[in-house]
C-alpha cells in the first residue's frame, strides 16, 4: 500500500486513489478472547530464549514452525504446524503487576487506578469488553451478546475487576456459565424453566409487566428497575431460544470433534465457545484459570507447564483455530490468546517464574488479521522490549 499510494507515483494534478478510499472495514462478527489468568511465560511458550544463559532460558528448547523465523517451545507442536495461522505481538508492556489490577487492564483495556494484590471488583470499574459490545453492538439473534464460562477468576478472595459490566450496569453482564463443560452431566441450568412454571405463565407474568408500565412512570424513572426489566427480558429470550439451548448443548457434538479439543475443562470450554460465535455470540471470554489449573507458576515453573499446560494448550488452541478455519469462520472470528502479564526472565530459587509486566507476548488470529507474521521483538534476554 505505501508503495501504490505514495504522492511519487501518482501525478500531481491527479487525485490520488488514497484520497478516494474508504475507511477499513472490521471483518470480525465475533471475539473468542482466551485468557490465561495467573500470566503465561512467554519464554517458555511463544518468544524463547535458547542462546541465554541457562538462568533465562529454562529448561524447554524452541522447533521450527510452519512459518520461516518463528519458533515456539517442543511442547507446543500442533501449534508449529498452524503457524500460518496466526501473529503474534511480543513487545507487549505495561507497569501493573498485581494479578487482580493487571487482568482489570487486560481485561478492559484501561490502566487500573491501584496495582495492589486487593484490588476487587466494583460497580464503578470501566466495562469487560463483551459488555461494550452487549452496549452498542449486541447481537440480533436469540442468543446472549457476550459469554464468559467456566469460572469467575479471583486473586484468593479478591473478585477480579474487569469481568463484569462495571459502570454499565448489571444488565450488561456476560452471562456467565459456571459448570465444567467437560462434565458427562454438564447443563446450563439457567437455560431451563423450573418444572412447575409452564412457558404460558412466564408470558402471562410478562405481558402483564407490559400493562403495568404503560400506567406508570416508574420503570423509566428508576435505573434499578430498567435493569431488572432488561433481566427478565434477557432471561426470558434465553429459555424460549432454540439456537441458545442447541449451542450449548455439547452431548450433540460428534465425539471425535470433542476428542479433538481435547477432553478437559479448558479444551472442551473453548469447543462451546466456538460452538456459541457460530450460533451468533458475539464475544466469548474462556478463562484457564486456578480453578482449572492457571498460570501462576512461582514454584516449580517447567514441572507444572510440562504436565499440564502446554499439552493443554496445544491440542485446545490447535484445534480451534483449524477448526475456524476449515468452517469458514476465522475470517469473521477474532481469536485472542493473552494472560494479565508474562513472567520474569530469571528463574527463581523454586524453580519458578515470578510476575513481569515489563514485556510478554499475544497470539492474535483470524478477524482479517495478517497472519504469520511476529511484530516486535524484546531484548537478548526477553526482559524488555527492543522494537516495537
Not at 450449548?248 to 470433542?258: E, I, Q
Request: one cysteine or more; hydrophobic letters at 35%.
Amino acid at each position: 500500500l505505501t508503495r501504490r499510494f505514495t504522492k511519487s507515483a501518482h501525478p500531481a494534478s491527479a487525485k490520488s486513489p488514497a484520497d478516494s478510499r474508504e475507511p477499513p472495514r472490521a471483518r470480525a462478527k465475533s471475539v473468542i478472547f482466551l485468557h490465561q489468568f495467573g500470566g503465561a511465560s512467554h519464554h517458555d511458550t511463544f518468544d524463547m530464549k535458547p542462546k541465554a544463559p541457562e538462568q533465562i532460558r529454562g529448561e524447554f528448547r524452541p522447533i521450527p514452525t510452519k512459518v520461516p523465523g518463528i519458533e515456539v517451545c517442543e511442547l507446543l507442536p500442533r501449534i508449529a504446524n498452524v503457524a500460518d495461522k496466526f501473529c503474534l505481538v511480543r513487545a507487549v508492556h505495561h507497569s501493573t503487576s498485581a494479578h487482580n489490577s493487571a487482568a482489570y487492564y487486560s481485561l478492559t483495556g484501561h490502566k487500573p487506578l491501584i496495582d495492589i494484590v486487593t484490588a476487587n471488583a466494583t460497580a464503578t470499574d470501566f466495562p469487560a469488553y463483551g459488555a461494550v459490545v452487549d452496549k452498542l453492538a449486541p447481537t440480533s439473534r436469540r442468543v446472549p451478546t457476550a459469554v464468559s464460562l467456566p469460572t469467575l477468576i479471583a486473586d484468593g478472595p479478591f473478585r477480579t475487576p474487569g469481568e463484569f459490566a462495571g459502570f454499565l450496569g448489571k444488565q450488561h453482564d456476560p452471562f456467565f456459565v459456571l459448570k465444567d463443560p467437560n462434565r458427562a452431566d454438564f447443563r446450563v441450568e439457567e437455560l431451563s424453566l423450573p418444572f412447575d412454571v409452564p412457558l404460558a405463565r412466564v408470558q402471562d407474568r410478562e405481558s402483564l409487566w407490559d400493562g403495568l408500565t404503560r400506567y406508570s412512570r416508574l420503570g423509566e424513572e428508576l435505573d434499578a428497575i430498567g435493569g431488572m426489566k432488561a433481566y427478565q427480558r434477557r432471561a426470558h429470550a434465553l429459555i424460549t431460544s432454540d439456537q441458545t439451548r442447541e449451542a450449548f448443548d455439547l452431548s450433540k457434538v460428534d465425539p471425535k470433534t470433542r476428542d479433538r479439543y481435547g477432553r478437559t475443562t479448558y479444551g472442551q470450554s473453548v469447543l462451546l465457545a466456538r460452538r456459541l460465535v457460530e450460533a451468533g455470540v458475539r464475544f466469548v471470554t474462556v478463562y484457564y484459570s486456578p480453578g482449572i489449573g492457571g498460570w501462576d507458576t512461582h514454584l516449580n515453573n517447567f514441572s507444572t507447564l510440562r504436565g499440564s499446560r502446554l499439552p493443554i494448550t496445544d491440542v485446545t488452541l490447535s484445534a480451534l483455530l483449524e477448526d475456524l478455519d476449515q468452517s469458514g469462520l476465522l475470517d469473521e472470528t477474532m481469536v485472542v490468546w493473552t494472560g494479565e502479564f508474562g513472567r520474569t526472565p530469571r528463574i527463581n530459587k523454586d524453580a519458578g517464574r515470578d510476575h513481569w509486566p515489563q514485556c510478554y507476548t499475544v497470539l492474535m488470529a483470524g478477524g482479517g488479521l495478517q497472519p504469520g507474521h511476529a511484530h516486535g521483538a524484546p531484548d537478548a534476554s526477553g526482559a524488555l522490549p527492543r522494537d516495537r
